[in-house]
């Protein structure tokens, strides 16, 4: 008996130690953690703006100020609308408040635009403090394009705190990929461009020459090797009357544009403006039409004045039968078309039609609008599918 005991304790242990193995295998590994840094180019420098003699000025660069909602190591990626969403996996390697100032601090020290240029004064007083913000620096991914948004402000003030320069900076940056490391490097290349831009402001209040170029080109110089976007894309979305299955299309048609197609349940982006979309079953008569506006980093979502059915014609014991139908609307009697219903058809081969809210004839058979045998109806409601089973004796 004892030794009994002893095999089958033996024999948990081998097939525990079996189980703990089974279990390391089966458990997939945690997702690898990618980082990301910023660093100086000194390609980007515009020779205009280095200074002869420096500004007879001592300043102070703070650390750049960041909004609450970027002030973490995740990078930031805004979905269309209010949503956004942090990046677990991708992360900035160095704290984006002393990055983003090391990085002004060396453009300006390249530029020599004042005596002393720093980041910290433990010893004496400075005349300036440079207080960047960052507002908004996050990733606009997109389904045909992608964006880094990066609004940025500089404030140049007396240690009193009374402003000498501000300048203010919004721009959305093409990225042509949607991968992280060209957001990255689109965003360090865009606070260079900033920082050039801020520059020339500085030297223009100081009345400071800066070689032949006049001001305004040279502030419009600063974004000639970055892609810039001055309108946002927007979003256009139908919503689906179905779930879990492939929604039907719909026709987009813009002024000036080639029409093109749409899908009932997905967003599309489209260039802000006015539409016009045609959609639902049937004929083109009796498709739906209406005027839309879609408008810059904003989701126009149509209120749907259309609903959805799906026609499965059964036997009293349950069997599909193949069998046509057709659909009239209940009160003018307009045809929308006709199907078919047919054995060893699932639910998510069968058609389904997106039509107007409202009363519906189901004809079988071939029958007419106005026969009184063979038939079912239906209400379509407003932004709901039905399915609607229609039972009949298999001849």
């Not at 033996?10 to 840094?37: D, N, R």
């Not at 995740?74 to 969403?85: C, E, K, L, N």
């Not at 960052?134 to 705190?161: K, P, Q, W, Y």
């Not at 004839?361 to 599918?385: C, H, M, Q, W």
Request: with cysteine; glycine share 8%.
């Amino acid at each position: 008996m004892v030794r009994k005991l002893v095999e089958f304790g033996v024999f948990l242990t081998i097939l525990f130690l079996l189980l703990s193995g089974l279990t390391g295998c089966v458990s997939s590994p945690p997702q690898e953690k990618y980082y990301y840094t910023m660093q100086y180019d000194p390609n980007s420098e515009q020779p205009e703006l280095i200074q002869s003699e420096p500004i007879d000025a001592s300043v102070w660069v703070q650390p750049a100020s960041i909004s609450r909602t970027y002030k973490r190591n995740q990078i930031v990626m805004r979905h269309f609308g209010p949503r956004i969403s942090y990046l677990e996996n991708h992360l900035w390697a160095n704290d984006l408040e002393e990055k983003v100032s090391e990085l002004i601090t060396a453009r300006l020290k390249a530029y020599e635009l004042f005596r002393i240029i720093r980041q910290d004064f433990p010893y004496s007083r400075p005349d300036y403090e440079l207080i960047p913000t960052v507002t908004t620096i996050e990733f606009l991914h997109g389904e045909g394009s992608s964006t880094a948004l990066l609004n940025m402000r500089f404030d140049l003030r007396t240690m009193d705190g009374s402003s000498v320069v501000t300048t203010e900076i919004e721009r959305r940056i093409e990225v042509y990929d949607n991968n992280l490391d060209s957001f990255v490097q689109v965003v360090n290349e865009a606070i260079l461009a900033y920082t050039n831009q801020f520059a020339v402001e500085v030297s223009s209040h100081f009345g400071r020459s800066t070689g032949s170029a006049g001001f305004a080109e040279l502030q419009e110089s600063q974004f000639e090797g970055i892609e810039v976007q001055d309108t946002a894309r927007g979003q256009l979305l139908l919503p689906g009357v179905f779930s879990d299955r492939e929604q039907p299309l719909y026709r987009i048609i813009g002024k000036g544009l080639e029409p093109e197609w749409g899908r009932f349940g997905t967003p599309v982006e489209l260039e802000p403006g006015r539409y016009t979309i045609r959609y639902g079953s049937g004929p083109s008569q009796l498709k739906l039409q209406r005027s839309v506006v879609v408008k810059p980093g904003y989701r126009t979502i149509v209120e749907p004045d259309y609903g959805g059915v799906q026609v499965e014609i059964i036997t009293p014991d349950g069997r599909p039968v193949e069998l046509s139908y057709q659909i009239f609307d209940a009160e003018t009697g307009n045809s929308y078309g006709s199907d078919y219903s047919a054995e060893g058809m699932s639910e998510w081969e069968r058609n389904f039609w997106i039509l107007p809210t409202g009363r519906y004839k189901i004809t079988l058979n071939n029958e007419p609008f106005t026969t009184n045998r063979d038939f079912s109806a239906v209400y379509v409601e407003k932004g709901k599918g039905n399915i609607l089973t229609i039972m009949t004796r298999k001849d």
